[in-house]
């Protein structure tokens, strides 16, 4: 599964809102890179930046500093064609499903939206059709309850799930899932990760998961970065960083989840 | 689309502006059908004729048809119409003054009353303590008394041509009565007329049709202008951000109503027609919707499903059609109704300063007002040619109101109960 | 035994929404919660677990109403009180509760004693703002909080300072229970774990006598009370001790719950997570059998008829279903992961 | 002494509530039963009052002209409106033209004394002149073309030496009549010191507002402020000297509040807080039908006043207007519009009618309605309402609807005006509106336009070039009653002098121009036969109403005077049996001002 080559890189990569003393550094000449077909964690506690790098990755933030380089180039988005050519290559799944859609768009329209931007567009509709239907039953959704809704009429975890059939549609290379199950309930956050795993087998894609559960970062995957204050302070891989965590703020994080086989230490507040 | 329908139909306030509003427009579309007469024709010659029926005299003295009523009270009402308890009192403080001897005067007795009148009336005595206004009702009186108590009826003659000489051609007894429907020539004035001698309730209603235009193109300039530059400003940001707000800041420090003074006042009175001030009202009331619609715009703008939108490829502008604004739909149609509103009164407010249209080439409910207030119809108690364009204008108003505070509730989450 | 602080009987509460629906969001729920005990609950979003919390304190306003059970403090059963006698003598005083993000709630241009002298004097009116800030200034330092706090402003406050700030406050009249709705889920882990910390002191030093705790966050409930309970489409569907839930569940929903922990700890990225297909029954319409039944692998024609009662099998262990529950460990065991 | 800071603030308390006082006191403590109020004559407050300044704001002290106001100030005569005599006020008996009628003599009246006690003599008149020339003044301006000098014979005897043209004739012997009877004599001491304070400079002569001023009417300035006016009466007034009025003038103060506007000072009539309004109040009438209030006008009918000038709408003849200079297009507009409405509507019938009073050039008082031969020019005096005789007008002169459009077109255009009169001039506007409302009637399609008075008047007084578009037919107004009327008032209507002067205010803004016409103006002034008087001013009635230069929409009143006799009574009605007749001129214009010594109180 996993190859050598880089797929995503970045040197120095710096991001700066406001201007002089209202100045705020978010992400503080980070440097990564991510191997084609690993899973990727970004571990922080809100304000660490994390969100911010992620907009950044996405090309939806221009960072202040820095390169970002895709597929072993540096990467170029200053057009709206070159965004989007940039944008059939890295998807995203946000945190919130019920703010993630136009409530005022169909189900199908967001699907379409995916076979057209897979240069789809002109197929003829029953092709289309077929394609959509094929995306949802892979994340067990029945596309013919779902034509004609709006995705506001799904629970959490469907919506979620339709946000994968859009990445199965889209077929990136890379995904960013930015806290894909923290605003969906437990029971189906099983549903949910494997299904993404799954999709990583089916189209071959590097997810690069975002989140402050520091749990599910090591739940899922292959390398884990530590960020805090807009720095990563600690990397490598899931078990090296999780269990054997060298950096001090890594332990302390660690120290303050609550565990099930493990005292809860409260003293060391 | 069929559930926010609903929603907003199932608010009570909505209902009620919307019923008003609808009952306002539907007459303003009806009335002129059955009242086909143009609005600023002058059709009463002598101002401020009040509300009533007004029979034909002529053709009523001429009707063919005669209805002889036998009424017991026709003598007594004549008699009291023509001659008060108070010209009574008067006519007796006359004949005392006079010298009449009180004890022979016989207030009550209408015929006593007028014999001894008749007998010592003298315009050219003036009483001490008499003014020429007491004397001037005194005459009044004394031409209004002639041939009251006849029982005969009142004879109606011509000249005749060829000889030049009055004849007879019509007695009207007191028993003949007319009815009113027979009489060829009578107008019902709703609302009497007002100083130009127009009809007021037909000016009123063309009046209100063309201030609701005024509002609605107002309105649609207005809300057109402060939509664009907010969206505009609100998603683009940067420096377009930057020169947007600093012409908002511009338009929001100069008081608006003054701005509206000004320009009104300098297009001159010549060019100001009902439509170009509609424009300059909206021209200059878009600031707070461009505010309210960038501010939401900023709050929309880095939502995820602008993101996923991004993500999926589409351009600025289809963002911002199809993922923007209907987000903020509700938000601009409720604007756009307050607009409205206040784009009626801004007219009224300027028509009152007379800076409104052009005069009299259409009739708006703020010239009308003006018109009322130059010809001081509030002073001299013509109450029908101000207070019902007041209350229209405060119906529009308050319908439109309500309908924004019932959609307010239906589409503000923070109202919601 | 102990006598318990809170006993609830059977409480239903229900919504009414625009269209005038009802919906029982509190359907016959019944909680005891003992002195120096505490009791979470937890569920997915929307079983209802924050209408409880609301229900418990007796304190109703639309769209909220009471339907029927009790409501028993210490004695004194407060159920179908009038709203603003609750809110002027019980609420502070009896029973205490702080509200997700009861942080916000903060006015940023006043200063912290002010909400202090707010909450003594809604219940003392004349006491004096001396003493007030004494009593404040001694509870600050038992719970480990800077006296210098109170002479701040809440914007001047970090948001896990801010929580704490809120509590300590809310509990300054020291009431017999206090009922905490994820007072810690908008917070990083640093800070929950602080609030947690003074949570429990709150407990240890006797201010509070009983808690309520709700969260969906499991490791974390197995961390804070003595008692779990789950809640499911407003009911209940298993009580038990902290341990027994987690290790040792009975009902399938909260054995497909505790399922789906994850913790950072060695082993985890062994399991495989427990998925439950479905949603959660509309409460406007829910089903007449088994609310689970829908999403239930056990399910049975029966279940979806009869309804269920939750059982107690002693020990303070009780669970609702018809499935007896060494049936139901067998057949875990049997699809060991 | 030295101050504490509590003193100067007491003192400083002091003088405020004093200041805040003072003027209440002035007002509160005029005694009701000897003031007269007034409304409608002053807005804003005054200037000062030097009467040889044209800006002294002073309504009721400083008016001169054809019906001068000789409250303060005093003319050597009176004139009335009402028989269209003079009468002597300063002057001792008529005054006598020699026969050439070159020289104006009248002597002044020997009782005839200042404020300060000295006597009015003949040098004061001839002084009065001499300043008026020497610094320019309006008066002096207008009338140095007719009036050569003002010589004093002796103490009392005044000559009046007309300007002569190349044939010895004077030019304007009607002019130089009017002066005494229209400009105030004042006192050359007085004059002098003023000269003297001033350097003679004519720009501080002019602007100072002479407080000093010495005086020799019945009131003088007792207290102004930006609220009101109010005049004392003089009792040392020479006036009471049986040569002259016999008394002095009943009420002791003359008061004029300053309203807002004319609703403020109608709602004061009303509540009785005003005796005379000099105020356009729309249906009078309802004040005492309706109403019931003790106020009554000059006639107790409509037109309740007497008319005394025409207001009148011009075409515009200046070639910039197509179609008005064909005279069948300018008469059948103006004998197609309604002109009993614009009486009824916008004069609320406060106008005789064109029934009552047949169109002329003469205002409606019965002194120059004896003027001119009625019979010879009765075929030409429409009455206006003449829709069918307009359209036959028209038909006949081939202007008709040729393209079918409902209006008439001439020569293949069509035939569109817009009548235009100043904005917020109600009753004008509402008198335009009926004309407009005419020209639908007849197919020429009119419509109404009201710009600012600014604009207006920049525009219409601008005679050097030809009247812009939106002018085509416009309203003005035209002289009242005065000694030189209606002369003056037809050369005003008619003159072609005025044409092409940069800024005209004197009359003929359409630009009419008819030699025979001129000349007639030009001669009735030396004319005194009255036989031949009354021929050509038939005539020029004549040619009038045949070229229709312009036509006049109402007849409206020198003043409105209309009164309330809740505390004064005896205020000047018709028929009220004085001889001569008080005109209704406010009791404050020419010979109007006989009418304050008959006042009586209602409840003395």
Redesign the interface.
């Given at each position: 599964m996993k190859s050598d080559k880089v797929i995503l890189s970045g040197k120095g990569v710096t991001k700066i809102f406001g201007f002089g003393s209202n100045k705020t550094v978010a992400v503080d000449h980070v440097d990564f890179s991510f191997r084609e077909g690993e899973v990727i964690s970004i571990v922080g506690e809100s304000g660490s930046g994390k969100t911010t790098l992620a907009k950044i990755l996405l090309g939806l933030l221009k960072q202040t500093e820095g390169e970002i380089y895709f597929d072993g180039q540096l990467r170029d988005i200053r057009s709206h064609s070159k965004k989007k050519a940039y944008w059939q290559n890295i998807q995203a799944i946000f945190q919130d499903p019920f703010s993630s859609y136009n409530v005022f768009r169909k189900i199908d329209a967001v699907l379409l939206d995916c076979i057209r931007m897979r240069g789809g567009g002109r197929l003829p509709y029953d092709k289309k059709r077929e394609m959509m239907r094929e995306a949802c039953s892979f994340v067990n959704l029945k596309f013919d309850e779902l034509t004609n809704k709006y995705p506001f009429e799904l629970s959490g975890g469907q919506q979620q799930r339709l946000m994968i059939a859009r990445i199965f549609l889209l077929k990136p290379k890379i995904l960013l899932a930015d806290e894909p199950t923290s605003m969906i309930d437990a029971c189906s956050r099983a549903t949910i990760l494997d299904m993404l795993m799954d999709l990583r087998n089916e189209v071959g894609m590097t997810p690069i998961f975002i989140t402050h559960d520091i749990g599910l970062a090591y739940y899922v995957s292959d390398t884990v970065y530590i960020m805090e204050h807009g720095k990563f302070v600690e990397s490598g891989s899931a078990d090296a960083v999780i269990l054997h965590p060298k950096k001090q703020y890594t332990q302390r994080l660690l120290s303050d989840v609550p565990k099930l086989h493990e005292e809860w230490d409260l003293s060391t507040v | 689309m069929k559930l926010m329908l609903k929603q907003v139909f199932?608010s009570g306030k909505f209902v009620i502006g919307f019923v008003i509003f609808l009952a306002i427009l539907l007459t303003v579309v009806i009335y002129p059908i059955f009242v086909p007469d143009a609005p600023l024709?002058?059709i009463?010659?002598?101002?401020?004729l009040s509300p009533g029926i007004y029979v034909n005299l002529y053709d009523s003295i001429d009707s063919a048809t005669r209805y002889t009523l036998i009424t017991d009270d026709a003598e007594a009402r004549r008699v009291a119409g023509r001659l008060s308890d108070e010209d009574r009192a008067k006519m007796r403080e006359w004949l005392i003054g006079n010298g009449v001897d009180e004890a022979e005067i016989d207030g009550a007795d209408t015929a006593q009353l007028l014999d001894l009148w008749e007998l010592n009336f003298d315009p050219t005595v003036r009483l001490p303590?008499?003014?020429?206004?007491?004397r001037?009702?005194y005459?009044?009186l004394t031409a209004s008394l002639e041939g009251l108590l006849s029982t005969e009826g009142a004879t109606i003659a011509s000249t005749n041509p060829e000889t030049g000489a009055l004849e007879q051609s019509d007695i009207v007894n007191q028993t003949d009565y007319v009815h009113v429907n027979e009489v060829a020539n009578s107008r019902l004035f709703i609302l009497g007329t007002d100083?130009?001698?127009r009809d007021v309730l037909t000016e009123l209603i063309s009046a209100t049709g063309v201030s609701l235009t005024i509002g609605f193109v107002a309105g649609i300039v207005a809300t057109s202008i402060g939509l664009v530059l907010g969206l505009v400003s609100g998603y683009v940001g940067g420096m377009v951000d930057q020169v947007i707000v600093f012409i908002m800041n511009l338009f929001t420090v100069i008081p608006t109503f003054v701005l509206l003074i000004l320009i009104s006042f300098s297009i001159?009175?010549?060019s100001r027609g009902a439509f170009t001030i509609a424009v300059v009202i909206g021209l200059t009331s878009w600031v707070w919707t461009s505010r309210a619609v960038r501010a939401q715009v900023i709050s929309l703008r880095n939502?995820?499903?602008v993101?996923?939108?991004?993500?999926?490829?589409?351009?600025i502008a289809y963002i911002l059609a199809?993922?923007i604004l209907?987000?903020i739909a509700s938000y601009v149609v409720m604007a756009l109704i307050l607009q409205i509103s206040s784009g009626i009164l801004a007219e009224a407010g300027l028509s009152i300063l007379?800076l409104g249209p052009?005069?009299?080439?259409v009739p708006t409910l703020g010239l009308m007002l003006n018109?009322a207030?130059?010809?001081?119809a509030?002073?001299?108690?013509k109450w029908w040619a101000y207070l019902p364009i007041i209350l229209v204008i405060a119906l529009i108003s308050f319908s439109m109101n309500l309908m924004n505070t019932g959609l307010d509730q239906v589409f503000n989450p923070a109202l919601?109960? | 035994m102990s006598k318990p602080i809170l006993e609830v009987n059977e409480l239903t509460t229900n919504y009414v929404t625009r269209f005038g629906d009802k919906i029982f969001a509190v359907d016959h729920v019944s909680v005891k919660v003992d002195d120096g005990k505490s009791v979470g609950i937890a569920g997915e979003s929307g079983c209802g677990k924050s209408t409880l919390a609301l229900s418990l304190m007796g304190y109703y306003f639309p769209p909220l109403y009471y339907a029927s059970g009790d409501i028993i403090i210490d004695g004194q059963n407060i159920s179908g009180m009038d709203p603003d006698v609750v809110r002027k003598t019980i609420l502070g005083n009896e029973i205490s509760y702080i509200p997700q993000a009861a942080m916000n709630a903060l006015n940023p241009t006043q200063k912290v004693i002010h909400f202090i002298e707010d909450v003594i004097q809604a219940h003392y009116p004349h006491t004096p703002k001396k003493e007030i800030y004494e009593l404040a200034r001694e509870r600050f330092e038992l719970l480990g909080l800077p006296a210098e706090v109170l002479q701040k402003y809440s914007v001047e406050l970090s948001g896990g300072m801010k929580q704490r700030t809120v509590i300590a406050t809310s509990v300054i009249l020291s009431p017999k229970v206090l009922i905490a709705d994820e007072p810690s889920s908008a917070l990083d882990v640093t800070s929950q774990k602080m609030v947690i910390k003074m949570i429990l002191d709150l407990m240890e030093k006797g201010i509070i006598k009983s808690l309520i705790f709700i969260t969906h966050e499991l490791p974390l409930l197995y961390n804070v009370t003595d008692d779990i309970m789950i809640m499911y489409a407003g009911q209940i569907v298993e009580r038990g001790s902290a341990d027994e839930m987690v290790f040792d569940p009975i009902h399938p929903y909260t054995k497909a719950l505790m399922g789906s922990i994850i913790v950072p700890e060695e082993g985890l990225r062994d399991v495989k997570l427990t998925a439950i297909p479905g949603t959660p029954p509309n409460l406007k319409n829910p089903p007449s059998g088994c609310r689970f039944a829908d999403r239930c692998k056990f399910v049975m024609p029966e279940c979806r008829v009869r309804s269920v009662e939750l059982r107690d099998i002693g020990g303070g262990r009780s669970y609702r279903c018809i499935i007896p529950e060494e049936d139901l460990r067998k057949a875990y065991k049997s699809e060991k992961r | 002494m030295k101050f504490t800071r509590f003193t100067i603030v007491a003192l400083l308390l002091v003088a405020l509530v004093a200041v805040s006082v003072a003027p209440a006191f002035a007002q509160d403590t005029l005694p009701r039963n000897e003031t007269l109020y007034f409304n409608g004559q002053q807005w804003g407050s005054v200037v000062g009052w030097n009467p040889y300044s044209s800006n002294n704001n002073n309504a009721m002290a400083i008016s001169q002209g054809d019906n001068a106001r000789v409250l303060m100030f005093e003319t050597p005569y009176l004139y009335n409106m009402l028989d269209g005599q003079v009468y002597p006020l300063l002057a001792d008996g008529p005054f006598a033209w020699n026969d050439e009628r070159t020289e104006l003599t009248f002597s002044i009246k020997p009782a005839a004394h200042w404020s300060d006690g000295t006597p009015v003599t003949a040098a004061d008149v001839a002084y009065t002149w001499a300043t008026h020339v020497k610094y320019s003044t309006p008066t002096g301006a207008g009338n140095v073309d007719y009036i050569d000098d003002i010589v004093a014979l002796d103490d009392s005897t005044v000559v009046v030496k007309a300007k002569l043209n190349d044939d010895g004739t004077a030019v304007n012997p009607l002019i130089v009549q009017a002066y005494v009877s229209s400009n105030y004599v004042i006192q050359m001491a007085w004059t002098q010191a003023l000269e003297e304070r001033v350097a003679e400079d004519a720009t501080a002569f002019l602007a100072d507002t002479a407080e000093d001023v010495v005086f020799s009417g019945p009131y003088y300035k007792f207290f102004t402020d930006d609220s009101k006016v109010i005049l004392v009466r003089d009792d040392n007034y020479w006036g009471q000297d049986a040569s002259m009025w016999g008394s002095l003038p009943v009420p002791k103060y003359l008061a004029h509040t300053i309203f807002k506007d004319n609703a403020a000072g109608t709602t004061a009539l009303q509540a009785g807080e005003v005796d005379v309004s000099q105020q356009f109040n729309s249906n009078v009438q309802d004040l005492w039908l309706v109403d019931g209030l003790p106020i009554s006008t000059y006639l107790p009918e409509a037109p309740y006043g007497i008319g005394a000038s025409l207001p009148t709408a011009f075409f515009n003849l200046t070639g910039s207007s197509f179609g008005l200079d064909n005279l069948a297009v300018r008469k059948a507009i103006a004998i197609a519009v309604d002109y009993p409405t614009i009486i009824a509507n916008a004069m609320t019938n406060q106008s005789a009618t064109f029934d009552q009073v047949p169109r002329s050039l003469m205002n409606p008082t019965p002194g120059e309605q004896a003027l001119y031969d009625q019979a010879a020019v009765a075929d030409l005096q429409w009455a206006g309402n003449d829709i069918e005789g307009a359209k036959a007008i028209l038909d006949e002169a081939g202007i008709v609807d040729t393209d079918g459009d409902g209006w008439r077109e001439l020569d293949g255009q069509k035939l569109s005006y817009i009548a235009t009169c100043p904005n917020g001039w109600s009753d004008w506007q509402a008198a335009i509106e009926v004309v407009a409302a005419a020209g639908a009637e007849i197919g020429i399609d009119i419509t109404t336009n009201f710009p600012e008075w600014s604009v207006y008047q920049t525009v219409v007084t601008k005679s050097d070039a030809p009247l812009p578009e939106g002018y085509d037919i416009f309203m003005m107004w035209s002289a009242g009653a005065g000694p030189t009327q209606p002369w003056g008032r037809i050369r005003n209507l008619l003159s072609s002098e005025w044409l092409g002067m940069a800024s005209n205010w004197s009359g003929n803004w359409g630009g009419y121009s008819n030699s025979e016409v001129d000349a007639l103006i030009q001669a009735i002034p030396s004319v005194t036969d009255e036989a031949e008087l009354k021929d050509m001013y038939t005539q020029l009635v004549d040619m009038y109403l045949t070229d229709i230069p312009s036509f006049t929409l109402m007849y409206r009143p020198q003043s409105f005077h209309t009164v309330n006799e809740s505390v004064w009574t005896n205020f000047p009605y018709d028929g009220d049996g004085t001889e001569p007749p008080v005109p209704p001129l406010d009791l404050m214009d020419g010979w109007s001002v006989a009418g304050l010594y008959n006042l009586e109180l209602v409840n003395p």
């Amino acid at each position: 599964m996993k190859s050598d080559k880089v797929i995503l890189s970045g040197k120095g990569v710096t991001k700066i809102f406001g201007f002089g003393s209202n100045k705020t550094v978010a992400v503080d000449h980070v440097d990564f890179s991510f191997r084609e077909g690993e899973v990727i964690s970004i571990v922080g506690e809100s304000g660490s930046g994390k969100t911010t790098l992620a907009k950044i990755l996405l090309g939806l933030l221009k960072q202040t500093e820095g390169e970002i380089y895709f597929d072993g180039q540096l990467r170029d988005i200053r057009s709206h064609s070159k965004k989007k050519a940039y944008w059939q290559n890295i998807q995203a799944i946000f945190q919130d499903p019920f703010s993630s859609y136009n409530v005022f768009r169909k189900i199908d329209a967001v699907l379409l939206d995916c076979i057209r931007m897979r240069g789809g567009g002109r197929l003829p509709y029953d092709k289309k059709r077929e394609m959509m239907r094929e995306a949802c039953s892979f994340v067990n959704l029945k596309f013919d309850e779902l034509t004609n809704k709006y995705p506001f009429e799904l629970s959490g975890g469907q919506q979620q799930r339709l946000m994968i059939a859009r990445i199965f549609l889209l077929k990136p290379k890379i995904l960013l899932a930015d806290e894909p199950t923290s605003m969906i309930d437990a029971c189906s956050r099983a549903t949910i990760l494997d299904m993404l795993m799954d999709l990583r087998n089916e189209v071959g894609m590097t997810p690069i998961f975002i989140t402050h559960d520091i749990g599910l970062a090591y739940y899922v995957s292959d390398t884990v970065y530590i960020m805090e204050h807009g720095k990563f302070v600690e990397s490598g891989s899931a078990d090296a960083v999780i269990l054997h965590p060298k950096k001090q703020y890594t332990q302390r994080l660690l120290s303050d989840v609550p565990k099930l086989h493990e005292e809860w230490d409260l003293s060391t507040v | 689309m069929k559930l926010m329908l609903k929603q907003v139909f199932g608010s009570g306030k909505f209902v009620i502006g919307f019923v008003i509003f609808l009952a306002i427009l539907l007459t303003v579309v009806i009335y002129p059908i059955f009242v086909p007469d143009a609005p600023l024709k002058i059709i009463s010659r002598g101002t401020f004729l009040s509300p009533g029926i007004y029979v034909n005299l002529y053709d009523s003295i001429d009707s063919a048809t005669r209805y002889t009523l036998i009424t017991d009270d026709a003598e007594a009402r004549r008699v009291a119409g023509r001659l008060s308890d108070e010209d009574r009192a008067k006519m007796r403080e006359w004949l005392i003054g006079n010298g009449v001897d009180e004890a022979e005067i016989d207030g009550a007795d209408t015929a006593q009353l007028l014999d001894l009148w008749e007998l010592n009336f003298d315009p050219t005595v003036r009483l001490p303590g008499m003014t020429n206004a007491d004397r001037n009702y005194y005459i009044r009186l004394t031409a209004s008394l002639e041939g009251l108590l006849s029982t005969e009826g009142a004879t109606i003659a011509s000249t005749n041509p060829e000889t030049g000489a009055l004849e007879q051609s019509d007695i009207v007894n007191q028993t003949d009565y007319v009815h009113v429907n027979e009489v060829a020539n009578s107008r019902l004035f709703i609302l009497g007329t007002d100083n130009f001698g127009r009809d007021v309730l037909t000016e009123l209603i063309s009046a209100t049709g063309v201030s609701l235009t005024i509002g609605f193109v107002a309105g649609i300039v207005a809300t057109s202008i402060g939509l664009v530059l907010g969206l505009v400003s609100g998603y683009v940001g940067g420096m377009v951000d930057q020169v947007i707000v600093f012409i908002m800041n511009l338009f929001t420090v100069i008081p608006t109503f003054v701005l509206l003074i000004l320009i009104s006042f300098s297009i001159g009175q010549e060019s100001r027609g009902a439509f170009t001030i509609a424009v300059v009202i909206g021209l200059t009331s878009w600031v707070w919707t461009s505010r309210a619609v960038r501010a939401q715009v900023i709050s929309l703008r880095n939502r995820d499903h602008v993101n996923l939108s991004k993500l999926s490829g589409h351009s600025i502008a289809y963002i911002l059609a199809m993922d923007i604004l209907p987000y903020i739909a509700s938000y601009v149609v409720m604007a756009l109704i307050l607009q409205i509103s206040s784009g009626i009164l801004a007219e009224a407010g300027l028509s009152i300063l007379g800076l409104g249209p052009r005069t009299t080439e259409v009739p708006t409910l703020g010239l009308m007002l003006n018109w009322a207030m130059i010809y001081q119809a509030h002073i001299l108690n013509k109450w029908w040619a101000y207070l019902p364009i007041i209350l229209v204008i405060a119906l529009i108003s308050f319908s439109m109101n309500l309908m924004n505070t019932g959609l307010d509730q239906v589409f503000n989450p923070a109202l919601r109960d | 035994m102990s006598k318990p602080i809170l006993e609830v009987n059977e409480l239903t509460t229900n919504y009414v929404t625009r269209f005038g629906d009802k919906i029982f969001a509190v359907d016959h729920v019944s909680v005891k919660v003992d002195d120096g005990k505490s009791v979470g609950i937890a569920g997915e979003s929307g079983c209802g677990k924050s209408t409880l919390a609301l229900s418990l304190m007796g304190y109703y306003f639309p769209p909220l109403y009471y339907a029927s059970g009790d409501i028993i403090i210490d004695g004194q059963n407060i159920s179908g009180m009038d709203p603003d006698v609750v809110r002027k003598t019980i609420l502070g005083n009896e029973i205490s509760y702080i509200p997700q993000a009861a942080m916000n709630a903060l006015n940023p241009t006043q200063k912290v004693i002010h909400f202090i002298e707010d909450v003594i004097q809604a219940h003392y009116p004349h006491t004096p703002k001396k003493e007030i800030y004494e009593l404040a200034r001694e509870r600050f330092e038992l719970l480990g909080l800077p006296a210098e706090v109170l002479q701040k402003y809440s914007v001047e406050l970090s948001g896990g300072m801010k929580q704490r700030t809120v509590i300590a406050t809310s509990v300054i009249l020291s009431p017999k229970v206090l009922i905490a709705d994820e007072p810690s889920s908008a917070l990083d882990v640093t800070s929950q774990k602080m609030v947690i910390k003074m949570i429990l002191d709150l407990m240890e030093k006797g201010i509070i006598k009983s808690l309520i705790f709700i969260t969906h966050e499991l490791p974390l409930l197995y961390n804070v009370t003595d008692d779990i309970m789950i809640m499911y489409a407003g009911q209940i569907v298993e009580r038990g001790s902290a341990d027994e839930m987690v290790f040792d569940p009975i009902h399938p929903y909260t054995k497909a719950l505790m399922g789906s922990i994850i913790v950072p700890e060695e082993g985890l990225r062994d399991v495989k997570l427990t998925a439950i297909p479905g949603t959660p029954p509309n409460l406007k319409n829910p089903p007449s059998g088994c609310r689970f039944a829908d999403r239930c692998k056990f399910v049975m024609p029966e279940c979806r008829v009869r309804s269920v009662e939750l059982r107690d099998i002693g020990g303070g262990r009780s669970y609702r279903c018809i499935i007896p529950e060494e049936d139901l460990r067998k057949a875990y065991k049997s699809e060991k992961r | 002494m030295k101050f504490t800071r509590f003193t100067i603030v007491a003192l400083l308390l002091v003088a405020l509530v004093a200041v805040s006082v003072a003027p209440a006191f002035a007002q509160d403590t005029l005694p009701r039963n000897e003031t007269l109020y007034f409304n409608g004559q002053q807005w804003g407050s005054v200037v000062g009052w030097n009467p040889y300044s044209s800006n002294n704001n002073n309504a009721m002290a400083i008016s001169q002209g054809d019906n001068a106001r000789v409250l303060m100030f005093e003319t050597p005569y009176l004139y009335n409106m009402l028989d269209g005599q003079v009468y002597p006020l300063l002057a001792d008996g008529p005054f006598a033209w020699n026969d050439e009628r070159t020289e104006l003599t009248f002597s002044i009246k020997p009782a005839a004394h200042w404020s300060d006690g000295t006597p009015v003599t003949a040098a004061d008149v001839a002084y009065t002149w001499a300043t008026h020339v020497k610094y320019s003044t309006p008066t002096g301006a207008g009338n140095v073309d007719y009036i050569d000098d003002i010589v004093a014979l002796d103490d009392s005897t005044v000559v009046v030496k007309a300007k002569l043209n190349d044939d010895g004739t004077a030019v304007n012997p009607l002019i130089v009549q009017a002066y005494v009877s229209s400009n105030y004599v004042i006192q050359m001491a007085w004059t002098q010191a003023l000269e003297e304070r001033v350097a003679e400079d004519a720009t501080a002569f002019l602007a100072d507002t002479a407080e000093d001023v010495v005086f020799s009417g019945p009131y003088y300035k007792f207290f102004t402020d930006d609220s009101k006016v109010i005049l004392v009466r003089d009792d040392n007034y020479w006036g009471q000297d049986a040569s002259m009025w016999g008394s002095l003038p009943v009420p002791k103060y003359l008061a004029h509040t300053i309203f807002k506007d004319n609703a403020a000072g109608t709602t004061a009539l009303q509540a009785g807080e005003v005796d005379v309004s000099q105020q356009f109040n729309s249906n009078v009438q309802d004040l005492w039908l309706v109403d019931g209030l003790p106020i009554s006008t000059y006639l107790p009918e409509a037109p309740y006043g007497i008319g005394a000038s025409l207001p009148t709408a011009f075409f515009n003849l200046t070639g910039s207007s197509f179609g008005l200079d064909n005279l069948a297009v300018r008469k059948a507009i103006a004998i197609a519009v309604d002109y009993p409405t614009i009486i009824a509507n916008a004069m609320t019938n406060q106008s005789a009618t064109f029934d009552q009073v047949p169109r002329s050039l003469m205002n409606p008082t019965p002194g120059e309605q004896a003027l001119y031969d009625q019979a010879a020019v009765a075929d030409l005096q429409w009455a206006g309402n003449d829709i069918e005789g307009a359209k036959a007008i028209l038909d006949e002169a081939g202007i008709v609807d040729t393209d079918g459009d409902g209006w008439r077109e001439l020569d293949g255009q069509k035939l569109s005006y817009i009548a235009t009169c100043p904005n917020g001039w109600s009753d004008w506007q509402a008198a335009i509106e009926v004309v407009a409302a005419a020209g639908a009637e007849i197919g020429i399609d009119i419509t109404t336009n009201f710009p600012e008075w600014s604009v207006y008047q920049t525009v219409v007084t601008k005679s050097d070039a030809p009247l812009p578009e939106g002018y085509d037919i416009f309203m003005m107004w035209s002289a009242g009653a005065g000694p030189t009327q209606p002369w003056g008032r037809i050369r005003n209507l008619l003159s072609s002098e005025w044409l092409g002067m940069a800024s005209n205010w004197s009359g003929n803004w359409g630009g009419y121009s008819n030699s025979e016409v001129d000349a007639l103006i030009q001669a009735i002034p030396s004319v005194t036969d009255e036989a031949e008087l009354k021929d050509m001013y038939t005539q020029l009635v004549d040619m009038y109403l045949t070229d229709i230069p312009s036509f006049t929409l109402m007849y409206r009143p020198q003043s409105f005077h209309t009164v309330n006799e809740s505390v004064w009574t005896n205020f000047p009605y018709d028929g009220d049996g004085t001889e001569p007749p008080v005109p209704p001129l406010d009791l404050m214009d020419g010979w109007s001002v006989a009418g304050l010594y008959n006042l009586e109180l209602v409840n003395p």
